[in-house]
Nanobody
Framework: QVQLVESGGGLVQPGGSLRLSCAASGIAVSSYTMDWYRQAPGKQRELVARIIPSGSTNYADSVKGRFTISRDNAKNTVFLQMNSLKPEDTAVYYC????????WGQGTQVTVSS
């Protein structure tokens, strides 16, 4: 059974930073394209960052230059470093393989507010 468990969210002031973790079991994160998504209240889930097996990354324009996706193959974990956070980054953040063939997990809440 594949499990992807997100953690690391919380309440942070604008301009602050958080690092999210996606701990995987049942798959090797080094072997698949791994994505971070977010969903704000009343909005669709959107792709924010992607890392492919070669290590190349892609970002949504809204987060480019502020967020960094990475992985630790030994820990089988994908990370999302989030800097210069803005109120519009407030959302539940999810990780998944691409294609997203697995059920969406609980996600981790990120709230950016003063």
């Amino acid at each position: 059974q594949v499990q992807l468990v997100e953690s690391g969210g919380g309440l942070v002031q604008p301009g602050g930073s958080l690092r999210l973790s996606c701990a995987a079991s049942g798959i090797a994160v080094s072997s698949y394209t791994m994505d971070w998504y977010r969903q704000a209240p009343g909005k669709q889930r959107e792709l924010v960052a992607r890392i492919i097996p070669s290590g190349s990354t892609n970002y949504a324009d809204s987060v480019k230059g502020r967020f960094t996706i990475s992985r630790d193959n030994a820990k089988n974990t994908v990370f999302l470093q989030m800097n210069s956070l803005k109120p519009e980054d407030t959302a539940v953040y999810y990780c998944n393989r691409y294609p997203p063939i697995y059920s969406w997990g609980q996600g981790t809440q990120v709230t950016v507010s003063s």
